[in-house]
């Protein structure tokens, strides 16, 4: 299982030597006169922080938080190890370097479950790798028998858990079964990003025993910190190590990591998991609340901080919205979702002008 890794990788990376950054490379010493920065503390910043010095070369305490902050779901015999884990500038640059990493332009292919998450499709199609769209059964299920079948240059199959945009989760024993079929051959990444809120589900303890799942989280949802750019990809260190190969020579910025790191203590926790449930009892109120208005046609079960609906006439209601301020997600263009909408859970105010607003529709 070690080799799948090896076997998979584009061939121009099987032995080419990363880049040898300053601290990569490493080295203690007093006067550090390797990396061509400046002496000097930046214009209108404080002199206590190094400003000028390069970041850490995948920052490990981070990693280490990370793990830490994951392993509070595992029975103790399957804590996480952080060399399990790399931060990267949100899930999105984990999408992007797991198919420059796995997928040959013009070769290779991934597969994708749709409606979901447009990320997979566009950055596939921006290194020229075959996109494979499975539609998903009828409740957004996986599609089992087309997911189990093998696909010559497959490599990574992508499923979103909880699924974007349409809230509902899939079957874990189904992603283990798609996952189980492919071990010889394929990666299969689960997009975790909304993982906190419906937290029992992830499938984190499952990497131990199916070393070809990589599993991609972020901290833009429940953690409030999209602005930082921080996410992480999960997965066995022979799939890293090659990841790890290419990405940027510093890529997480200092502030980022010190900010994420803070949000990991137990108090950021604790302050996450709050805002976490206050997010959950808003979605519970007003998906009720939405789904007894007149023009909506169904509301669609929810594990994330969102929701679909289906309205009669989604247009109209996203142009009567919009005119009054209020941007959700438009979905027509995804020929499975006509006449749908996404409704992301805002604070208590904004849901209720949305409301007020959508109460008014005529
Ligand atoms: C399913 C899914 N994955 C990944 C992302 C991107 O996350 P990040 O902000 O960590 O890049 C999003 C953002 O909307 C998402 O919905």
Redesign the pocket.
């Known amino acids: 299982m070690k080799f799948l890794a090896k076997k998979l990788v584009v061939p121009q990376l099987v032995d080419l030597e990363p880049y040898q950054s300053a601290r990569r490379i490493g080295g203690q010493g007093q006067f550090y006169l390797n990396a061509n920065e400046s002496p000097f503390t930046p214009y209108a910043m404080p002199s206590d922080e190094s400003w000028q010095r390069y970041p850490d070369f995948l920052p490990q305490e981070l990693a280490k938080h990370y793990a830490d902050y994951l392993s509070a779901y595992l029975r103790p015999e399957l804590k996480l190890s952080s060399s399990k884990v790399i931060a990267v ?7 992007d370097l797991l198919i420059r990493t796995f997928c040959q332009s013009r070769i290779d292919g991934i597969r994708i479950q749709t409606p ?2 447009s ?1 997979y499709e566009f950055i596939a199609n921006a290194h020229q790798v075959a996109v494979e769209a499975i539609p998903l059964s009828t409740n957004f299920t996986l599609a089992m028998e087309e997911n189990l079948k093998p696909q010559q240059n497959l490599k990574l199959i992508f499923i ?1 858990n909880p ?2 945009p349409t809230g509902n989760l899939l079957s874990a024993a189904d992603i283990l079964r798609i996952a189980e079929q492919h071990k010889d051959t394929a990666l299969v990444v689960v ?1 975790e ?2 993982s906190e809120f419906c937290p029992d589900e992830s499938l984190v303890s499952e990497i131990a025993s199916h070393p070809n799942l990589v599993i ?1 989280r ?4 429940a953690f409030g910190l ?1 602005a930082i ?3 992480f990809i999960v997965a066995d260190e022979s799939i890293l190590e090659y990841v790890s190969t290419l990405i940027a020579p510093y890529p997480i910025p200092d502030p980022s990591a010190k900010i994420a790191i803070e949000a990991l203590s137990a108090g950021g926790l604790q302050f996450m998991n709050k805002q976490r449930d206050t997010s959950l009892a808003l979605k519970k109120k007003y998906m009720e609340i939405v789904a007894a208005l007149p023009m909506v046609e169904n509301v669609y079960p929810s594990y994330a901080n969102f929701f679909l609906v289906h309205f009669q006439d989604s247009a109209k209601v996203f142009g009567w919205l919009r005119q009054h301020g209020i941007i959700l997600r438009d979905q027509n263009r995804v020929t499975a979702l006509k006449n749908h909408l996404r409704i992301s859970i805002g604070s208590e105010q904004e849901m209720d002008v949305m409301i007020n607003c959508l109460k008014e529709f005529s």
């Open positions: 500038r949100g899930a999105d640059e984990g999408i979901t998450y990320m979103c699924n974007n997009d990003a909304y991609l972020t901290m833009s949802k999209a750019r921080i996410g």
